[in-house]
């Protein structure tokens, strides 16, 4: 039995690490879409988030079971309710990607956001994927220090996302109202995908140090 547990609780953190790979391609997808205005690759994302779902289901039907049979406890227990959190944090950031695939269809032909945004959005768009990319790493490996990195690419996006409200809101801002509903909307897409990673950066820190990181 002690064998069957250890292969089930091995499965939860390789179904973790291959829904978090699924989001960080959504993520790279959604932001070369949403910069280059291409909505072949906007689609795409779209019909992905699908797949991320119904592995997250799968995912979480197969906690409540190891909950239900093997009775975990201790560490293991905080492991398994960990699992069932974070997939609901990998399942928003899908949706946040999908968000600003939309965004891009929308819009096709045209860019999602003026001139003087594409550059703010541009990195706030490569933050985002580096962000993705490392928490793939840091659900296989289990390192603090990558989580670390994870929260700190995180303050680059606020200080970016606060970059945007104030040209929008700022005297010099000629955007029409449906461009600053976009830039809106889209800032707070990246902003929000970046804070789940970062929900999830705090749990993987709890399971391996046993310190909790409070919330900003």
Not at 126 to 139: F, N, Q, T
Not at 185 to 192: V, W
């Amino acid at each position: 039995m002690r064998d069957v547990f250890q292969h089930e609780m091995r499965e939860v953190q390789d179904r973790l690490v291959e829904i978090a790979e699924l989001v960080a391609e959504s993520i790279r997808n959604a932001t070369r879409a949403f910069n280059e205005s291409d909505v072949s690759l906007a689609e795409t994302v779209i019909q992905n988030d699908q797949k991320i779902d119904a592995l997250t289901v799968v995912l979480d039907e197969l906690s409540i079971q190891i909950l239900a049979r093997q009775n975990p406890v201790a560490r293991d227990l905080r492991i398994v309710v960990s699992a069932l959190r974070i997939s609901a944090s990998l399942e928003r950031m899908g949706d946040m990607a999908e968000h600003i695939a939309q965004l891009a269809r929308y819009r096709f032909p045209d860019k999602v956001v003026p001139k003087s945004l594409r550059g703010t959005f541009a990195e706030m768009g490569r933050l985002d994927v580096l962000i993705a990319e490392r928490l793939v790493e840091l659900l296989r490996t289990q390192e603090p220090r990558v989580a670390d990195e994870i929260r700190n690419q995180d303050d680059e996006i606020d200080e970016l996302h606060i970059s945007v409200f104030d040209k929008v809101l700022g005297e010099t801002w000629k955007g029409q109202a449906v461009d600053t509903v976009d830039a809106t909307l889209a800032s707070r897409y990246h902003e929000r995908f970046a804070d789940h990673a970062v929900s999830i950066a705090k749990k993987v820190q709890y399971l391996v140090t046993g310190d909790w990181v409070p919330e900003d």
